[in-house]
């Protein structure tokens, strides 16, 4: 009976890996989540950032999810104007009264290979390399001997008992992205595997539960509407599990001052986004210098809407960019990528 019991649980933690990877409404602020190449495209030599997530706010243990970022990006050398940069990323997210938890911390050095066009053109392509921890509270478990004449007690001896709680494996991804200039604005087209070494858990039962596959194309753009207006566009479909996922949306970004030097504008940002056949999300943005806030509803447009008496989910997003002050800054060198996972840059001052 404990091997059973031990089952089950293991079972319901390896929803998670079975199903889908978690997803944020603000995806193009965690690009690594995305791509790991879309890490380094991003205007200024490092960034950092943080997500905080609640959702289904209507019952009992809503489910929360917290991400911390950083963006490094280093010279290849004065002879070539490509570029490596390195990206970290911590996920954890917490679901249930048995608080299961699952933490992701992941490693993604990238190359950006410049094309040598007029169009300003690189492809990146990197390998993100993790390790993803799994645990539950076991102490919120209530077994079915613990009930005595219909009432639960956890004072009440239960002979299923379970020891393994916590779960751990070793994770690798990739991804790859032509990113370039197109007419006065730019884009970005890539495409990512997660979870290549299929690494799981077993039970003890010795059955195993591999990670799936989650392939994943991305798509964005950027187009000046003019002088003080852009837009920027985002797309990801996901395939991961016999599921699929298309998600996409767009913003309008308005600038609220004089262009400054080194990305120190004011802009305010409007738009919505659309999860198939799942959630409508609009999205309001203030980036001042260089710290930008982000916040975002998930409004439930399926059949699970019936369940939520308000909005699903909040999510708000902070990041700040750093330049450096000498000649290692990449706003120095004759050729930068503007766009990328996190922002675009302002073409017309850039």
Known sequence: ???????????????????????????????????????GLFEGDWRVGGVYRTQWNS???????????????????????GYFSLGAQFVTDKAGDLALTRNQFLFAPTYHLYLGNTEN??????????????????????LDDQFVNGSYSPSNPSSQPFNNSNYSYFDISAGMTLSGQLGNGDYYLGGA????????????????????????INGGISAPVNGSLMFKGYADYTLQSGNNQLFFGGMFEFLLSEA????????????????????????VKLQWQRFSIGFS??????????????????????????????????LKRSRCPKFGGSSFGWFSTK
């Open 1 to 39: 009976m404990r091997k059973l019991i031990s089952t089950i649980i293991l079972t319901i933690c390896c929803a998670t890996i079975n199903a889908q990877d978690i997803g944020l409404s603000q995806f193009f602020e965690t690009p690594m989540l995305r791509n790991p190449s879309l890490a």
């Open 59 to 81: 019952v009992t243990t809503p489910y929360l999810t917290k991400a911390a970022s950083g963006s490094l990006k280093l010279a290849a050398g004065s002879q070539t104007d």
């Open 121 to 142: 053109s690189y492809l990146s392509g990197s390998i993100m390399i993790g390790s993803i921890q799994s645990y539950f509270n076991k102490e919120n478990a209530q």
């Open 193 to 216: 595997l997660f979870h290549a070494n299929r690494m799981g858990v077993k039970n003890d039962l010795n059955s195993f539960f591999p990670i799936r596959h989650k392939w994943v």
């Open 260 to 283: 400054f030097e080194d990305i120190t504008e004011t802009k305010f940002a409007l738009g919505a986004f659309y999860r198939l056949n799942d959630a409508v999300i609009p999205y």
């Open 297 to 330: 509803i998930d409004k439930t447009v399926s059949q699970l809407n019936s369940a939520a008496t308000s909005a699903n989910s909040m999510e708000f997003t902070l990041s700040y960019t750093g330049i450096f002050k000498d000649d290692r800054s990449s």
